[in-house]
T-cell receptor
Framework: AQSVTQLDSHVSVSEGTPVLLRCNYS??????LFWYVQHPNKGLQLLLK??????LVKGINGFEAEFKKSETSFHLTKPSAHMSDAAEYFC??????????????FGQGTTLQVKP | ETGVTQTPRHLVMGMTNKKSLKCEQH?????MYWYKQSAKKPLELMFV???????ENNSVPSRFSPECPNSSHLFLHLHTLQPEDSALYLC???????????FGPGTRLTVT
C-alpha cells in the first residue's frame, strides 16, 4: 500500500533563508509524487509533480523537489524563503498503480512559518 | 484557482436540513473528486467520478450523496448531517485518473 510521511509538522525559517520540507514515501509501484500548498482559507495548489522522468523536479514559485529512490524520499526545497510562502504543505502519492481510481494519499501536512 | 469553482464557499446547516454543494471545472477534465478536510486529519477522499461514472466510494455514510450529471459538474447532496461532518469540502478534477488533480477553493460547512 502507498503511504507518505511528512517528517516535520511545523517548520520555521527566516525570510531569505533556505526551506527544506521533508517527505518519505512507501510505494509498491513506481510512484507518482506531488507537493501541494494550501494557504489559509484556500484550496490546494499544485506546486510540482514527479512521474518517473527527471529526478529533480522544478515547480512554481522557485520550489524544487528531488526524488531519491534509495532513500524513498521526496523532499521539497527552496533556496530563499519569502513571506508569501507561509502556508501548509502536503506531500502526496498517487494510489493509481494499485487501485486504478485516481486516489491520492496525503501526508499530514507541514506548516511553514516565515519570520521577517 | 479559477479552473475549478465551488459554491457556496460557506454553509451553515442544521442537522435536519437538506443542502447541496456544487463544483464546476472549466479545464476539460474527465475525472472529478470530492474530499473532506477536517482539522488535525489528513485529507480524506470521499468519491471519484470518471467520465460521469462513480469509480470510488470510500466508505462514506449515505447521508452524503454525490451526483455527476456531466464531466464538468459535480454535486454533493447533504441530508441529516451530524456535527462531526463540519469540515472543509474540496472538489478536484484531473484529465484522467492518472493525472494531477486541480482543486477548488472548498466549501466550509458547519453543521449545528
Amino acid at each position: 500500500a502507498q503511504s507518505v510521511t511528512q517528517l516535520d509538522s511545523h517548520v520555521s525559517v527566516s525570510e531569505g533563508t533556505p526551506v527544506l520540507l521533508r517527505c518519505n514515501y512507501s510505494s509498491s509501484y513506481s510512484p507518482s509524487l506531488f507537493w501541494y500548498v494550501q494557504h489559509p482559507n484556500k484550496g490546494l495548489q499544485l506546486l510540482l509533480k514527479y512521474t518517473s522522468a527527471a529526478t529533480l523536479v522544478k515547480g512554481i514559485n522557485g520550489f524544487e523537489a528531488e526524488f531519491k529512490k534509495s532513500e524513498t524520499s521526496f523532499h521539497l526545497t527552496k533556496p530563499s524563503a519569502h513571506m508569501s510562502d507561509a502556508a501548509e504543505y502536503f506531500c502526496v502519492v498517487s494510489d493509481y498503480g494499485s487501485s486504478n481510481t485516481g486516489k491520492l494519499i496525503f501526508g499530514q501536512g507541514t506548516t511553514l512559518q516565515v519570520k521577517p | 484557482e479559477t479552473g475549478v469553482t465551488q459554491t457556496p464557499r460557506h454553509l451553515v446547516m442544521g442537522m435536519t436540513n437538506k443542502k447541496s454543494l456544487k463544483c464546476e471545472q472549466h479545464l476539460g477534465h474527465n475525472a472529478m473528486y470530492w474530499y473532506k478536510q477536517s482539522a488535525k486529519k489528513p485529507l480524506e477522499l470521499m468519491f471519484v467520478y470518471s467520465l460521469e461514472e462513480r469509480v470510488e466510494n470510500n466508505s462514506v455514510p449515505s447521508r452524503f450523496s454525490p451526483e455527476c450529471p456531466n464531466s464538468s459538474h459535480l454535486f454533493l447532496h447533504l441530508h441529516t448531517l451530524q456535527p462531526e461532518d463540519s469540515a472543509l469540502y474540496l472538489c478536484a478534477s484531473s484529465q484522467d485518473l492518472r493525472g494531477e488533480q486541480y482543486f477548488g477553493p472548498g466549501t466550509r460547512l458547519t453543521v449545528t
